[in-house]
């Protein structure tokens, strides 16, 4: 089989994680609350950290008065503002092995499908020049029904493929999430294995499994473009 399309996860996939990333997110929450006039205990910052639940951080800010939809709103627009800074700074850049994608993008439809915030991931393209490569772009509305809709669930990487107008994807990813959300829209997935993905366990496997972007174009099923 041949793809028609390639999709991409941006976080850890294209652009580099900084070793302060992860609290970039917690700074986010902490002006948040600060916005509404809170000093929260660490237990409450925790309830906002990766892996909490909607019921989790819902809770928190009940026990606080604060309207949970406003708090989330603010949280999202703080986390996007503190992550295009790090872009800005140089302390979150693309990995060198991006240049493939003008080589891919000749000869496919390509996309971009990331749990981050749109107004993140649009500004990303932008910042590095590769807007012009992607013709569906999604990353999580800035609610907490886009916080529900991130991977694993696949409703944004359909979105991406109906958006696209094709039927056989490859999803390339690195993370447990990126696999089952492809499966999930029927897609096929690569998993990218970079060095912060050492030993990281697989319980499900992916399609396809690369150490670099640059190993694409000889993926079965990937069609390389013309200076492949």
């Known amino acids: 089989m041949t793809y028609d399309a390639l999709l991409f996860d941006v976080d850890?996939?294209?652009?580099?994680?900084?070793?302060?990333?992860?609290?970039?997110y917690r700074q986010a929450i902490e002006e948040t609350f600060d916005?509404?006039?809170?000093?929260?205990?660490?237990?409450?910052?925790?309830?906002f950290i990766a892996g909490a639940t909607i019921d989790e951080m819902r809770r928190a800010c009940a026990d606080h008065d604060l309207d949970f939809v406003a708090f989330w709103a603010e949280r999202e627009a703080n986390a996007s503002r503190l992550?295009?800074?790090?872009?800005?700074?140089?302390?979150?850049?693309?990995f060198d092995d991006c240049a493939?994608?003008?080589?891919?993008?000749?000869a496919n439809a390509m996309?971009?499908?990331?749990?981050?915030?749109?107004?993140?991931?649009?500004?990303?393209?932008?910042?590095?020049?590769?807007a012009h490569l992607f013709d569906a772009v999604y990353g999580r509305e800035p609610t907490v029904g886009g916080f529900r809709r991130t991977k694993p669930d696949a409703h944004y990487v359909e979105r991406a493929m109906s958006d696209l107008d094709?039927?056989?994807?490859?999803?390339?990813?690195?993370?447990?999430c990126d696999v089952v959300a492809?499966?999930?829209?029927?897609?096929?997935?690569?998993?990218?294995?970079?060095?912060?993905?050492?030993?990281?366990?697989?319980?499900?496997?992916?399609?396809?499994?690369?150490?670099?972007?640059?190993?694409?174009?000889?993926?079965p099923g990937v069609t390389a473009g013309s200076s492949g």
Do not use: C, W
């Open 182 to 219: 492809a499966r999930r829209a029927g897609l096929d997935s690569a998993f990218v294995r970079r060095s912060h993905r050492d030993g990281y366990a697989l319980p499900e496997e992916p399609t396809h499994e690369i150490s670099t972007l640059a190993d694409l174009p000889d993926v």
């Open 100 to 106: 493939v994608l003008d080589e891919l993008a000749d």
């Open 166 to 176: 094709v039927a056989h994807g490859l999803y390339v990813g690195d993370s447990v």
């Open 111 to 130: 996309g971009v499908v990331s749990s981050n915030q749109h107004a993140t991931v649009e500004y990303m393209l932008k910042r590095f020049n590769l």
């Open 12 to 24: 850890g996939v294209l652009l580099r994680h900084h070793r302060d990333h992860p609290t970039v």
């Open 35 to 47: 916005r509404f006039g809170v000093s929260p205990s660490n237990d409450v910052l925790d309830a």
């Open 83 to 94: 992550q295009r800074g790090m872009m800005d700074r140089g302390e979150r850049v693309l």
